[in-house]
């Protein structure tokens, strides 16, 4: 199994929809968690940081963390034809020093 | 502007010519760290630094080295590239510990032939 699972897509929304974006992960050390969005040809850039279990908004943007089920979301309200990019999860442990990421998913927003 | 700057973003060359990708922040972070993109595999860390003199290997080093003379720069080394090292590059930095923005560069595209 591997460390992170996460669904590579791609996912096909028309505008306006909620998206809902997920990941697995099997390492219960894990205590930080995030979301980046990466748009292509472009560098992965930070949306969401979240430590431990709970929920974070932030915009149009929530992220959930359910470490019971080691199971996280990234969720996106109104979501818009720029929202189209590749999202990745990433998590890392205790000592914040090793991040590992998901494999990506690619969101498309239909206009 | 806070930045992570790569040279060069894009390189074509053959197997076994040496060559080195530089990266440089300007934000004074502590922690620096390589990854390859490729396609159905996501980001895999090469290497990482916790500091200037501290360096170690990520989950994929073999082939690569690195450096961390100063804190600002973080060269990533091919000493004999091959093929398979024929990948898109990123250098990140970020503070250690906490709650941090970890800030990509913009990616260096490296073809092996």
């Known amino acids: 199994q591997k460390e992170v699972e996460q669904d590579p897509g791609p996912l096909s929304v028309p505008e306006g929809a909620i998206v809902s974006l997920n990941c697995t992960y099997s390492?219960?050390?894990?205590?930080?968690f995030m979301w980046y969005r990466q748009y292509s040809r472009k560098g992965p850039e930070l949306l969401m940081y979240?430590?431990?279990?709970g929920n974070k908004e932030d915009g149009r943007f929530t992220a959930q963390v359910d470490k019971s089920s080691k199971y996280i979301s990234l969720f996106i309200r109104d979501s818009q034809p720029s929202d189209s990019a590749t999202y990745l999860c990433?998590?890392?442990?205790?000592?914040?020093?090793?991040?590992?990421f998901g494999k990506g998913t690619r969101l498309h927003i239909l206009p | 502007e806070a930045q992570v700057t790569q040279n060069p973003r894009y390189l074509i060359t053959v197997t076994g010519k040496k060559l080195t990708v530089t990266c440089s922040q300007n934000?004074?972070?502590?922690?620096m760290s390589w990854y390859r993109q490729d396609p159905g595999l996501g980001l895999r860390q090469i290497y990482y630094?916790?500091?200037?003199?501290?360096?170690d290997k990520g989950d994929v080093p073999e082939g690569y080295k690195v450096s961390r003379k100063e804190k600002r720069n973080f060269p990533l080394i091919l000493e004999s590239p091959s093929p398979n090292q024929t990948s898109l590059y990123f250098c990140?930095?970020?503070?250690?510990?906490?709650?941090?923005?970890?800030?990509f560069g913009p990616g260096t595209r490296l073809t092996v032939l």
């Open positions: 990140a930095s970020r503070r250690s510990g906490g709650e941090d923005t970890q800030y």
């Open positions: 390492n219960s050390a894990f205590q930080y």
């Open positions: 979240t430590y431990s279990s």
């Open positions: 990433a998590m890392s442990g205790p000592r914040d020093d090793k991040i590992i």
């Open positions: 934000m004074n972070h502590e922690y």
């Open positions: 630094s916790m500091n200037v003199e501290v360096t």
